[in-house]
């Protein structure tokens, strides 16, 4: 499927990702800008959750290295929207940073959904500071096993969601194409728990969702994981077959969906500025976010907590951004809408 725009393409996103690995990492230039100043770190969901947990526990290191004062405001709406959209117009003037939601950010320009007010290509990149290989998950006392299980099933698979863009899913939408598998998802179900509560009385057949959530709704004895939606295993279950290796005679055509997923979902939870961010600004938050999420001290600090940190440098979350707004043709964006619409 390598077109000629696809080898430009290629070549572009690997200039993006050079420039941006070779922006200097100097901490004198972190201290000196922000010495004094406050930094605020938005989240676009309530206090207590995952994203609100990576920024508090962000926010003290960010503090020591730029040697500032750093608060987390919490500005819930719209699935992360209203603050994205905040961003996306407010002045950049340094002092401000969002922990963003990348699938769902970018899912949401990519359909041109109602309410994106935003355009994350013109945003600052600081970095990913985790992301998830996302899991199928079944009931415990599910007759399926595998993926193999699940096509041999002889029936319409129910997979239990929440908003059409939420994770759950437009995942399990993704699943079912690149499977062609028949399923029924059913939205309404407020978050992963509820949705997996759903799965654990039988109520729904199976369930998309993250690694970190998969993982305590199997160690509660709630959920079997039977996949991991990657070409690589989930490091919270090393033992768990990839769908590639449980299905190794996919088509091309079914194989670029579920990359092309992988590639969405590696965007996680991504730390931008806002656009028009001066560089002296940008290149002091890159370097600080850089020596943070690099410390071997830290990353063993939010693994105790299992808040994993699986950092990605500026240029590579930029490129992989690239690839999943502008790497794809008329026609596959066409059928990604259909797919996440639940109208394929």
């Known amino acids: 499927m390598r077109t000629r725009g696809t080898v430009y393409l290629a070549g572009a996103l690997a200039l993006a990702a050079a420039a941006f690995l070779l922006q200097p990492m100097v901490a ?8 004094g100043k ?36 919490n500005l819930p709406g719209g699935g992360g929207l209203r603050a994205l959209n905040k961003l996306a117009s407010a002045p950049g003037d340094g002092l401000s940073i969002h922990i963003a939601n990348g699938v769902a950010a970018s899912l949401t320009q990519l359909l041109e959904m109602p309410g994106a007010k935003y355009d994350l290509t013109k945003f600052e990149f600081l970095g990913i500071a985790d992301f998830s290989r996302w899991n199928v998950l079944v009931s415990p006392n599910s007759p399926y096993n595998n993926l193999t299980d699940l096509l041999n099933a002889g029936k319409t698979i129910s997979w239990g969601g ?4 939420s994770g759950l899913s437009d995942g399990a939408a993704f699943a079912c194409y690149g499977f062609k598998l028949k399923c029924r998802i059913v939205t309404g179900y ?6 997996a509560l759903a799965v654990t009385q039988g109520e729904m057949d199976a369930l998309y969702v993250s690694e970190t959530s998969a ?27 990839t ?24 965007l996680g939870r991504i730390l931008i ?18 020596n943070i999420l690099s410390d071997p001290e830290v990353v063993a600090q939010g693994a105790k907590k299992k808040r994993f940190i699986k950092y990605i440098p500026a240029g590579e979350a930029k490129a992989a951004l690239l690839k999943v ?20």
């Open 243 to 266: 769908v590639f290796e449980q299905l190794p005679n996919l088509t091309a055509e079914q194989q670029w969906y579920l990359d092309y997923r992988a590639t969405l979902e590696s």
């Open 162 to 165: 929440s908003g059409k863009i």
């Open 325 to 344: 707004l502008a790497g794809v043709t008329p026609e596959q964006k066409a059928r990604i809408k259909k797919i996440v619409l639940n109208t394929y």
């Open 273 to 290: 500025a806002p656009p028009g961010t001066p560089k002296r600004f940008v290149n002091a938050l890159r370097t600080a976010t850089h």
């Open 38 to 73: 406050t930094l605020t770190i938005i989240v676009g969901a309530g206090v207590g959750g995952g994203y609100d947990a990576y920024g508090r526990m962000l926010a003290p290191h960010l503090a020591k290295h730029l040697d500032a004062n750093v608060v987390v405001q």
């Open 190 to 195: 407020k978050g992963s728990r509820a949705a």
């Open 215 to 241: 993982y305590n709704y199997v160690r509660g004895k709630n959920a079997k994981a039977i996949a991991t939606m990657n070409r690589k295993r989930s490091i919270l279950f090393p033992d768990l077959p």
């Open 28 to 35: 004198s230039a972190a201290e000196s800008v922000y010495k």
